[in-house]
């Protein structure tokens, strides 16, 4: 995933007298709380040879880390399977931890009275693939036993999601995949497949989401199995031409891009996503219309979201395939879907 928000929340840093958190106000959502300890029981870490700040910047962007430890010159990096407790010690050991932490809060947490820094439990998230095409979403504890001094980890639900990606979207789990076929459809038979799998047509809920599904679509240009290679492929997405943005209605406040369209998926209501450049151009258009959207991937740098006639299997216009969708379904915990 690319995670551009960075340098914006490099930004944000506070500093306390013994701890600092890095806040994040991007939508996944994680904070990074630094403070001081020791790794106790643990199996091998990844070792990095980079400052302790790009460490903690390094964790933030990556769902594998859960905590990272400052041994300066170099750093370790624990994923949730090789952490199982660390000590906790005050400023005078010099020996800095960031956890990475979950929350959906847009501010830095009060660090007199949060239960990972005073005593308490917090619940983190965390992503791993433990096989082939197997991807996991995993929840876990982080309590601090003030009497011990001690943090530990504990595995608590877990998402599988096999062909797929687990993504969270308003607090719940979903496994995602843009779904690629072997022939062009247009969207109603791709619709017609999608309820053979139990699947349902997905929008783009975010830009972070969006990177990914779109270079997702990149990677299959090469996959192509059919008679012959097209150079544009496409993958529709929920998202229908509302009635009153139909050509000869002109441009406006009112139908101005993303507005153009209705929603289905309740869980992304408003999506946000790029445009191929110069799309969606359907008001311009006489008949056929472009009432539904689709997310193009192409080689030649117009990849992004466009409008096309929903009766369009293939464009030979702009050598393009409709492949499939982006498809997904409601994760089930501890059991794979
Ligand atoms: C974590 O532990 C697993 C199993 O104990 C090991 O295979 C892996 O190399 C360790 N390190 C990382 C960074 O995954
Ligand atoms: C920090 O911890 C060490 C070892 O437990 C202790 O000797 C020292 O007094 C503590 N320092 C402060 C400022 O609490
Ligand atoms: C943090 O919590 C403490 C104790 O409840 C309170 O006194 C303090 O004002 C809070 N700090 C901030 C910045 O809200
Ligand atoms: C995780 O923490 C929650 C909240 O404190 C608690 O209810 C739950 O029992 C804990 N689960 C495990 C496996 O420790
Ligand atoms: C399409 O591209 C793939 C990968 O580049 C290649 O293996 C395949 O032979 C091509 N198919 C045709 C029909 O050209
Ligand atoms: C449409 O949106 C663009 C970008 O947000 C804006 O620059 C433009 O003025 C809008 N056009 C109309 C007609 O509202
Ligand atoms: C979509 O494609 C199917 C299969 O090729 C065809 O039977 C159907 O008429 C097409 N529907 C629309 C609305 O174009
Ligand atoms: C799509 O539907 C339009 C009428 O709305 C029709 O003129 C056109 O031929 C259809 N195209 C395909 C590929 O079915």
Do not use: H
């Not at 007199?112 to 439990?121: A, D, F, N, R």
């Amino acid at each position: 995933m690319n995670f551009s928000g960075i340098l914006y929340i490099a930004m944000l840093f506070v500093t306390l007298e013994f701890e600092i958190s890095i806040c994040s106000l991007n939508p996944n959502d994680y904070q990074m709380v630094v403070t001081y300890g020791k790794p106790s029981k643990f199996t091998t870490p990844k070792i990095l040879t980079i400052t302790f700040d790009d460490c903690v910047q390094e964790c933030w962007s990556d769902p594998t880390c859960v905590l990272v430890y400052d041994t300066s010159p170099s750093c370790q990096m624990f994923n949730l399977a090789n952490i199982t407790t660390v000590q906790k010690l005050n400023s005078s050991s010099n020996s800095r931890i960031a956890f990475r932490t979950y929350s959906t809060s847009s501010t830095c947490p009060n660090l007199t009275t949060t239960p990972i820094l005073v005593g308490g439990t917090i619940t983190g998230n965390t992503y791993y693939s433990p096989g082939t095409n197997l991807e996991v979403y995993q929840e876990f504890n982080v309590t601090l036993n003030t009497k011990t001094s001690t943090w530990s980890f504990t595995s608590t639900v877990y998402y599988p999601c096999l062909y797929m990606l687990p993504m969270t979207r308003g607090g719940k789990v979903y496994c995602f995949m843009v779904g690629m076929t072997s022939s062009c459809m247009n969207k109603t038979a791709s619709l017609a497949f999608l309820g053979t799998t139990g699947y349902t047509l997905m929008g783009i809920a975010n830009i972070w989401e969006y990177e990914y599904f779109k270079n997702t679509a990149i990677s299959y240009l090469s996959l192509q199995t059919g008679s012959k290679n097209y150079t544009r492929i496409g993958f529709w997405i929920d998202g229908v031409r509302k009635t009153s943005c139909k050509y000869p209605v002109v441009n406006s406040a009112a139908c101005n891009g993303t507005n153009e369209f209705t929603y289905s998926d309740k869980t992304a209501p408003n999506p946000v996503f790029e445009w191929v450049p110069g799309q969606p151009n359907g008001l311009l258009n006489n008949p056929p219309n472009s009432n539904c959207l689709y997310l193009r991937a192409s080689n030649n740098g117009e990849s992004g979201v466009d409008d096309m006639p929903c009766n369009y299997s293939v464009d030979t216009t702009l050598d393009l395939c409709m492949y499939g969708a982006l498809m997904g379904t409601p994760a089930n915990p501890n059991a794979v879907s």
